[in-house]
């Protein structure tokens, strides 16, 4: 693959533009992982807290309000709701108790000088799995009937179908961005710093 395809598939799969990703590299490239996975944390709190439980009562309102021809729409307002209140919770879950403390430690284990410390017990042995789910989040998400869905819901002559569109579509930006923090800057550093350690 040349550099410029890895760059397009790379820009498709999070669809952020390219400044914004250089906002983002810049805030977070060289700030401690610790730092990152508090902010990270604070969104999954947020999204669990507030943003998810909004989003799944607006989708209950718009399918009750959804014209009774609108089946394909209605059916798929539900899948999507099954998929944000589960999939992405025991994703978050999976992060939190495994992949983010293991970081944690990594960074505090390559901070002391060589030596100084028992050998770092902590591995990224999570990491493949955690990287899979992104593949089927970003797809499910970024897919093109979610789009789909949310043009169809543009379209219904109602308030709340209006609502939850615009909605949707700030929820799927937002998980681009926390995407794109996991796996083009924490991840990636994470696995530098474990093989900094292993080579000592
Ligand atoms: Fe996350
Ligand atoms: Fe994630």
Not at 28 to 42: G, P, Q, R, S, V
């Given at each position: 693959m040349t550099p410029d395809q890895h760059e397009h598939q790379t820009a498709c799969r999070f669809c952020l533009s390219a400044e914004h990703r250089k906002v983002l590299e810049q805030e977070?490239?060289?700030?401690?992982?610790?730092?990152?996975?508090?902010?990270?944390?604070?969104a999954h709190?947020?999204?669990?807290?507030?943003?998810?439980p909004q989003t799944l009562e607006l989708i209950q309102r718009a399918v009750e309000r959804l014209p009774r021809a609108e089946t394909k729409l209605r059916s798929a307002l539900k899948t999507l709701s099954i998929f944000l209140g589960t999939d992405i919770f025991e994703h978050f879950e999976g992060e939190e108790k495994s992949l983010f403390p293991a970081i944690r430690s990594i960074e505090k284990c390559a901070e002391e000088p060589p030596g100084a410390s028992p050998r770092?017990?902590?591995?990224?042995?999570?990491?493949?799995?955690?990287?899979?789910?992104?593949?089927?989040i970003l797809d499910t998400l970024?897919?093109?009937h979610l789009e789909n869905t949310i043009n169809r819901l543009r379209d219904v002559p109602d308030e709340t179908c209006k609502t939850l569109g615009a909605e949707l579509s700030r929820f799927v930006g937002d998980v681009r961005q926390h995407a794109f923090l996991e796996d083009e800057i924490l991840f990636p550093r994470a696995v530098v710093l474990e093989q900094r350690l292993k080579s000592r």
């Open positions: 977070w490239l060289y700030k401690k992982l610790a730092d990152l996975i508090d902010f990270l944390e604070e709190r947020e999204l669990r807290a507030k943003t998810m770092c017990e902590a591995s990224l042995g999570s990491l493949h799995k955690i990287q899979d789910q992104h593949n089927q970024f897919s093109s």
